[in-house]
Nanobody, 124 residues
Framework: QVHVVESGGGLVQAGGSLRLSCAAS????????MVWFRQAPGKEREFVAV????????DYSDSVKGRFTIFKDNVKNMGYLQMNSLKPEDTAVYYC?????????????????WGQGTQVTVSS
């Protein structure tokens, strides 16, 4: 059974940085892509970033491009989202998910294995 756990969220001032982690059991990231979504209060879950199962391709939402970096460590079986130059509008619960042998899919409906999320709050 696949189990995904996000961590690394917290409270940070605008302009600061955080690194989110995604730990997965029951799957190996060398065969899975990894995607990050976020959901702010009263808003729908939105795509943030994705890395293909091979690690060769990444995709980012326009709102985070140039500030966030997604990467995987297949040896540690961990995924990460490095977030720099954070803005108050980045405040949300961040979720990771994975799909086997998937590319850079953005649609939440394509993912079955979700974590509980980690809260990121950026103060102005």
């Amino acid at each position: 059974q696949v189990h995904v756990v996000e961590s690394g969220g917290g409270l940070v001032q605008a302009g600061g940085s955080l690194r989110l982690s995604c730990a997965a059991s029951g799957l190996t990231f060398s065969s899975y892509n990894m995607v990050w979504f976020r959901q702010a209060p009263g808003k729908e879950r939105e795509f943030v970033a994705v890395i293909s199962w091979s690690g060769g391709t990444t995709d980012y939402s326009d709102s985070v491009k140039g500030r966030f970096t997604i990467f995987k460590d297949n040896v540690k079986n961990m995924g990460y989202l490095q977030m720099n130059s954070l803005k108050p509008e980045d405040t949300a619960v961040y979720y990771c998910a994975s799909r086997k042998y998937a590319g850079t899919f953005r649609a939440p409906a394509l993912y079955d294995n979700w974590g509980q999320g980690t809260q990121v709050t950026v103060s102005s």
